[in-house]
DNA sequence: ACAGGGTGTTAGAGCGCTCTAACGATCGTT
DNA sequence: AACGATCGTTAGAGCGCTCTAACACCCTGT
């Protein structure tokens, strides 16, 4: 930095104001100062910067599972964002529970202005704890706790979706294979299924299957469905994955999808887009997802509120060719 | 810092010297201090001790595409290493070569002690001098240039197991179809076929389809082969996606896999491991490329070697149930 | 010609840590 | 008992930046 002032005839201070995109500084200054650091190839110090001023300008994103290209949309919407308004981001990488809080405590060392948590597995009072009064915004899971805002998925309304989209083709034995009871969201599109069967006045159809969140969760729901004597004309399952087993178990037992039977998923992940599966979906708006967290997030680093919110982030059922009106 | 000095009855200095892991701590001192720090909730601040470190412990990975859970793996085994040995990675996402370049600066303000880079979209020349001096490893895409390491697959080989797998099986008439002109790795598979199939006498045989590395690309590459009269008997995909819009297009044409064509994919990713799918697969040792990649930026950030090496991984063929001997 | 309000620039004191060099204490050795 | 060697500890000078407060400078208006 010294360098680049004496190189431009002005002081260090002044360096920094440029670099700070400071209004104060004038554009011949300017365009002095940011010629002569890109010839000799100065580039800021972040650690140094860091350190020197209060406000951070860093925000920390844990994300608990990198192979999960779910968490990669989101990530794409804080990234959105964070790039229009000059924010940094550090990447940290969850992935089993021991891990994630020993990541959680290398980012807060960066000293970030504020944390986004996709999904931790973390309990919140431990995470409560470590962050000390870094504003956090946890993503995808509900947190009732002072201090920490959530943007979640209204996982009724998507249940809703998928069971009104079949109950209209004319389905009435509409089966439910759940996430089982650990899953983040499953008991809540568990719930959403029942209600809107009953709403729907097919309560006494209704019929959940207890299952998780892997292909062979789903496979072995759809035996048991099947073990049962007359199987339903429709499936809504818990997630993508889940209704691609249901519908490998489907197929070897020469039942159609959908002539034989309509199948519904939930996430629309890449997998329901394969021309193969092509699978009608709940789709929850992640890229916005995203950028919801980090413009919550800013809100409380600036200061500009104070009571913990949440935000339910309203699904959409993207219809694909798994499901159809049942056989009459 | 100098609250937890003050509590534990000793001088800053012992403090920094605990959490750094000195050898040359009591164990007295050490469990004292590590109480009061505890307790008061000190937590070190990375900027600070990068600041007045020179030696930073921080080593940068740059993700081409965090959507791709190719990544995910190598990223996997980077981490197990550095948390082994006490090195806290940053974690940046390209997404564009645009943005690539400028997550990259972003990292190297804070100035890591070196560079993992997977799959760039850069040129390595521009990369090179965006770095200045910090030792880079590029990791799925051949660099040849001083200064920087390179871990690649052997695709050659790759392509080299799947042909032969199919070949042992009877199989003659085996098409490829490609990754394309652009895509990492597309031309040395297709090469490594092209040898491949000479080797085992089929030269006359061999039929290179252009291709990507879509699934729109495999179903467009399938039907460009199903009207060429006479289909082959086996079919080599650049890489999995890529099979599996090929075996919709043959499925849709009421062609068996494996019975009418056998089928053998690239990268064995999840996709692969679907029930439906269940394919013939070329692997690449994920974990083990993202491990070797660190070890290798590790050598030269201690500065034990000078001289640029290319690792290249050998890949292994995984069988499923998508190749079988030919219709006789 | 001089006050008054910008505008553009600067000196200098930290930010929280690491690291060098040196120190006092304890030990085994002669 | 005196000696150096080793161990545990400490003072104090930076690391490269930001930021406060103050200062020079150039207008404009009277």
């Known amino acids: 930095m010294e360098d680049v002032a004496r190189g431009a005839g002005v002081s260090r201070a002044l360096v920094s104001l440029v670099f700070r995109d400071s209004p104060r500084v004038s554009d011949r200054s300017r365009a002095r100062v940011l010629q002569v650091a890109d010839q000799l190839g100065y580039r800021p110090n972040a650690m140094a910067r860091g350190l020197a001023s209060r406000h951070g300008r860093t925000v920390g994103v844990l994300i608990n599972d990198l192979h999960n290209p779910f968490f990669a949309e989101i990530v794409d919407g804080i ?8 924010f940094r981001l550090l990447l940290g990488h969850g992935g089993g529970s021991a891990r994630e809080l020993s990541v959680l405590g290398t980012i807060l060392e960066f000293r970030p202005a504020g944390l986004v948590l996709l999904s931790p597995d973390t309990p919140s009072g431990v995470i409560a704890q ?28 998507g249940a809703r979706l998928a069971v009104e989209h079949l109950a209209q083709l004319g389905h009435r034995r509409i089966a439910h294979v759940s996430g089982g009871a650990r899953g983040a969201g499953a008991k809540q599109r568990a719930r959403g299924y029942g209600v809107a069967m009953r709403a729907l006045g097919l309560g006494a159809d209704a019929c959940v299957v207890p299952g998780g969140f892997t292909e062979q969760d789903g496979v072995e729901a759809a035996a048991r469905i099947l073990a049962d004597g007359e199987p339903p004309t ?12 249901v519908m490998a178990v489907l197929d070897d037992h020469g039942l159609a999808v959908p002539g034989d039977v309509s199948l519904v998923g939930y996430d629309n ?16 708006p992640r890229h916005e997802m995203g950028q919801l967290a980090l ?23 993207v219809v694909r060719s798994s499901t159809a009106a049942p056989r009459a």
Chains 1, 2 share one sequence.
């Open 79 to 86: 990234e959105a964002l964070a790039d229009a308004l000059g």
């Open 269 to 284: 992940s890449a997998l329901a887009r394969v021309r193969h599966v092509d699978l009608t979906t709940v789709n929850q």
């Open 295 to 317: 413009a919550c997030l800013l809100e409380r680093i600036r200061g500009e509120r104070d009571r913990a919110v949440l935000h339910r982030i309203t699904p959409t059922l």
């Open 234 to 245: 429709a499936i809504f399952a818990a997630n993508d994955l889940v209704a691609v087993g």
């Open 130 to 157: 470590q962050v000390g009064g870094v504003p956090v915004v946890v993503v995808g899971r509900p947190v009732r706790r002072p201090g920490m805002d959530t943007v979640v998925n209204d996982e009724a309304h």
